[in-house]
T-cell receptor
């Protein structure tokens, strides 16, 4: 498939555990984004990677959230000491990067449920 | 402040009716880009259209049309002769010049088309 791939598709975990979510962008896309979508709401920006530049972390809600990306490939979003309010669908998107207004292509998301 | 407002949280129509989804945005930037995305029940976000702030021409694509009016800061979306397959949540979103590339989303409008 040529689309953005996310895994796992569903994750259920106990409060306090750490979780790792994975995103595999479209090949050749230099820009990668993470968003969070709470039930019945719009998407909230979390973090943005562009090539080898320092990521824009301005949307991360707390220091329990972090993300990494190696080069222009896979990214992982890590949530430490999960809380119930972290329950949401986490969506990853990628785009060609330049120009900056290119449409972002989304994966199917990871549905995270914190018990 | 940069903001996207979709005042209609839910709309229900009968098949073949026309329906307009409203989107109002706020930004201080003179250069910005507006988007519509569709999120069907399966969950994936599908890109529909992009508009830049310098292009106020309306656009038609099949049964879909978009009306961009800078004077009222609106970017409305009309579906003509709606079909059951149009049932989805529709999101309006904004990229503004000084925000990097992240999308600012409205809260979404859930459209239900009944047979």
């Amino acid at each position: 498939g040529a689309g953005v791939s996310q895994s796992p598709s569903n994750k259920v975990t106990e409060k306090g555990k750490d979780v790792e979510l994975r995103c595999d962008p479209i090949s050749g896309h230099t820009a990668l984004y993470w968003y969070r979508q709470r039930l019945g709401q719009g998407l909230e920006f979390l973090i943005y990677f562009q090539g080898n530049s320092a990521p824009d972390k301005s949307g991360l809600p707390s220091d329990r959230f972090s993300a990494e990306r190696t080069g222009e490939s896979v990214s992982t979003l890590t949530i430490q000491r999960t809380q119930q309010e972290d329950s949401a669908v986490y969506l990853c998107a990628s785009s060609p990067g330049q120009p900056s207004n290119q449409p972002q292509h989304f994966g199917d998301g990871t549905r995270l449920s914190i018990l | 402040a940069q903001k996207v407002t979709q005042a209609q949280t839910e709309i229900s129509v009968v098949e073949k009716e026309d329906v307009t989804l409203d989107c109002v945005y706020e930004t201080r930037d003179t250069t910005y880009y507006l988007f519509w995305y569709k999120q069907p029940p399966s969950g994936e976000l599908v890109f529909l259209i992009r508009r830049n702030s310098f292009d106020e021409q309306n656009e038609i694509s099949g049964r879909y049309s978009w009306n961009f009016q800078k004077s009222t800061s609106s970017f409305n979306f009309t579906i003509t002769a709606s079909q059951v397959v149009d049932s989805a949540v529709y999101f309006c979103a904004l990229i503004y010049n000084n925000a990097g590339n992240m999308l600012t989303f409205g809260g979404g409008t859930r459209l239900m088309v009944k047979p």
